[in-house]
């Protein structure tokens, strides 16, 4: 582990990341910290967020591209352990280390653009009446140290130094990460990376730790610690209501962002259908085993209107499932689970299963694609069975036989990340029209003729949405509002200037935009 | 009750509101509602949301203008009931009718700049290697039906149309408002002037709707209905709390924005004190006994270095209390509690009673100012104890031996609305700059030179601070930022322009402010 800057040997069980395509163990060993390692993380970031919280714009900025710097010179050696610990191809990883790169340095540019600050003055009216008005300066600040808790499907994006930890450390809040235990390896690489910056950048050394632990004990006891006040999660839907459950039951509660569950309704309109139904089918499989399903916006869930053209796109899409070579998934317990959640669909007597993908019995942990199909009365009747989560390449195509069934299952499904429309711009207009007003309360992102797997980090992304997509649908994990998370508003009312914090000073020192009057 | 267009008498225990000055009961009775009447005003709400929630800024600054005009035009009827039932002096709520037009019509000038929509568009860049990148465009849209809970201390502007209900309905949120038990008549007289504007606006009934309750029931009920999508509440702490824990129980948990509990500590330093002790103290006093003390500002506690000026400090303040008129406090439940408050303190071994205010034996529910001084090493044996909120005009003095005591404070108190600084911005600067710094992590609004019990309404407020001064630090319920409660982030990927919501067409038909790339 990495606590401020010593190097520390837990003592607790061990973690032993596993190479999920050969179920073979890969050295060395991850022992876990205990309640007084988190403690003393906790401390260290206390006593650092005093003094990093005052840091300038560009003195966060240079940190966060120091990090990005400092990831890029691990060359091949994270690549190849990130590979080996998650199973995930090395061409994905490297695209997957330029995105973490990429959006360190994205958040580098938005502390420089100062939006975030979200400055607003309202000047002294002395003579008003009947009350003269104060001088009055608002300031958003950093809500203090934040958890981090890593993924395990982006082991370098959504984890050490991922969205979560990047935002963090640009609002001016100290991290503590609490591994993944499926890639130890692979976080003690990164968490090397970032503490070199805290240092190279002579900031305090609690800006970054890094602690494992194989149970929930070090996450929960970490989401408990006085010092601690907001928490980053992507993971499952237990894992991040277990978090909310103990954030909410604190002395002080403190927010939780926990990115958990999404199926990601696709809906296929009539003049899309008609137009290319046999193409969307191919496509749509694609973005279905793609990173063999492992994404949190992976289309779970097709709805469509009963009709020959939905035929042929379910002809499409099975023969191309049939044919979609098996991959390795991340782990065997997500194998498992995988397994487990296929199984069941298969079970139930009101789903059809239209294909499976190929099998590799050379390889371990293998997913095997899955495409099945029910009626939308049928699954009006058991919603909460089918519309699950099978985390992977599984999905549920629903046929509607009217539009008022379609409206039905809107009602009926949970809060999502994402929801798809694939239309005709001009002949499913109407139809893609009232969809899309109902879609907006129950996601964050809507997208048409597009899968939802690819998620840009940019201003305007959204990657939240409705409980239980997430924990908090007024905020992104994802894009620079991602920011917004951890800080929160202060004002300022007739402080001398020598005294007010640099961002609300007259002469305004960090050039930051500024709303006045 | 007004549950949308209908009037409804309840059916349950009646309310009656009692005029605190004589105890007498004024009529009419208001029989409390119905799980069955929050169900109705539930599904209303969510019925108009999906029409409120896509009306044009200005038709909604519009309606906001209108419920101002509606209110004011109730006169002295409003005005006269409001005394009766609150015990307030009628220019206090002359002004505090000013205040709340005031907001409604900031909130409509907010929403013609149209900041709050925080548009956010990245242009789609099809050439772009090693992946094109889609057409992505944010806007922030209202959460869903909210229920406010009135607070018995701004019958007028922080009960049926106040900064709550204001800043909802900006957003887009249709209102249920829980009406307090001590201002039914008050109001029903609001309550009516609102709904006489959704239908003068042409706007869904179930945009507003107003009940009645004895106890926390109707209250309970509604924030576990699952059209309720976000809580607005000022009042005691026991009763944010439990919001908070309904709110976090429900199947889909939802934002509660309760303003609970402060005792705004106002710090003198040691150059202030030389300058002027005197004028000081008498300043003090007056700000403590504005309105009886029941402001969440009220300065609860007063921190110094023991000094020859602090003691002529508190001898001009025990004059003052000691020729402080008495005053009718709100309610018997509210005069009850802080006679408890005070005798808890009053018999606290480790405090010592300065000063009590005047009696008043011919009115009822009296206010008699209370001041308190204790050591700084008493109060850190038991700061739960010494450090709880008596809302009314009672305040502690807590006497420091070194700066180290003052930082301790600091360290022990729980999350303020307020933090207040006497200084010489010369001779103080030091002391002044590092309190500044610690107790900007403590509470939402710093302040110099003035006292706390004024909140502004303008867009560089703060009213809101950590656990317990409120259940969300990240917000405000004061100002234009009080919107943000109540808005959520949703991206469009690729939409074609017509299916766009008119804040993202490339025409800006709203002409909303909007960042581009």
Known sequence: MLIGAADVLGTQAVIRAVNPATNQTLAPDFPGGTAADVARASELADEAFHVYRQTSPEDRATFLERIAANIEALGDTLINRASEESGLPLARLQGERGRTAGQLRLFARELRAGRWADVRINGALPE???????????????????????ASNFPLAFSVAGGDTASALAAGCPVIVKAHSAHPGTSELVGRAVRAAVQECGLPEGVFSLLFGSGSEVGQTLVKHPAIKAVGFTGSRNGGVALMKTAAARPEPIPVYAEM??????FLLPGALTQRAQALGAGFVQSLTMGAGQFCTNPGLIIALRSPE??????SARQAVEQAASATMLTPGIHGAYESGVAQLTAHPAIQTLARGQRNPSASNQCQAALFKTGAADFLKDPHALGVEVFGASSLVIECDDEAQVFALIQHLEGQLTATLWLDA??????????????ALKVGRILANGFPTGVEVCDAMVH?????????PRSTSVGTAAMLRFLRPVSYQDIPDALLPPALQRANPWKLPRLED
């Open 426 to 439: 001009d002949k499913d207009a109407d139809l893609a029209r009232r969809l899309i007003s109902r879609l």
């Open 128 to 150: 008003r009446q009947p009350l003269p008005r104060a001088d009055l300066r608002l300031e958003y600040i950093p809500v203090g140290p934040v958890v981090v808790f890593g």
């Open 261 to 266: 569950s999404s199926i990601n309704p696709v």
């Open 464 to 472: 939240g949405g409705p409980f239980p997509a997430t924990s908090d």
């Open 310 to 315: 939905l035929d042929t796109f379910l002809e």
